[in-house]
């Protein structure tokens, strides 16, 4: 990545901080590992490295003031943000925003802009046991006082919902992304085979109850 520097340490003082507030699943290793991810894929396409990074930084930032609309709360507050117009032209600001309100994998359209679409291959789970953490974590801090084995169901159905066969996020493939491919067969297999899913998601849960 070569960002621009005033840009960086701007973000990195005065936006990455709020990421602390968010859940397990969408905190600073989550926007550290999205980053990454984005980078990775955007080596493929011609995209302006600043817009990207500020794109990544902000999608997730409103996740603890409302899960359900927070891709729009997270867009507004890119838009609001003036200080960003040091660096970028209002029409990138609109690409921004756009891009930031597009990258759910629930999204019911194509996402309006290449940033957008590489967001939202970027924001995907590339690791079961990542998916894991951050299914039953998000769970537990909703319903603090869920058993074990509640924990894994949740987890377990909202697989299938997201990423079975037939999930919402399983057929929405807007830019080359082999290793989210490779992904979601290996997560499908062990939702074929429930006993070795809740075999491998007992050890990750075991791990994850250090952290509540």
């Known amino acids: ?22 859940d397990k699943g969408h905190n600073l290793v989550h926007i550290n590992n999205v980053l990454n991810r984005a980078f990775e894929i955007s080596a493929n396409y011609e995209v302006d490295e600043d817009m990207l990074y500020t794109i990544v930084c902000y999608h997730d930032i409103a996740c603890h003031i409302d899960r359900e609309t927070h891709e729009i709360l997270s867009s507004e507050r890119l838009f609001a943000d003036d200080n960003l117009r040091k660096f970028f032209s209002e029409a990138q600001m609109e690409v921004m925003r756009d891009a930031v309100v597009d990258h759910r994998s629930s999204l019911e359209y194509v996402p309006r802009n290449i940033y957008g679409k590489i967001l939202s291959s970027a924001d995907r789970k590339i690791d079961i046991d990542d998916y894991m953490r951050s299914s039953m974590g998000f769970q537990k801090n909703k319903e603090p006082n869920s058993t074990d084995d509640e924990l894994i169901e949740h987890s377990y159905t909202f697989a299938i919902k997201k990423f079975g066969k037939n999930g919402y996020a399983v057929k929405k493939f807007y830019v080359k992304d082999e290793i989210y491919e490779n992904f979601l067969k290996e997560l499908q297999d062990l939702i074929d085979n429930k006993p070795a899913f809740v075999k491998r998601a007992k050890k990750v849960l075991a791990n994850l109850k250090k952290e509540f």
């Open 1 to 22: 990545m070569n960002i621009n520097v005033e840009l960086k340490n701007y973000i990195e003082k005065e936006i990455l901080p709020e990421y602390e507030l968010n």
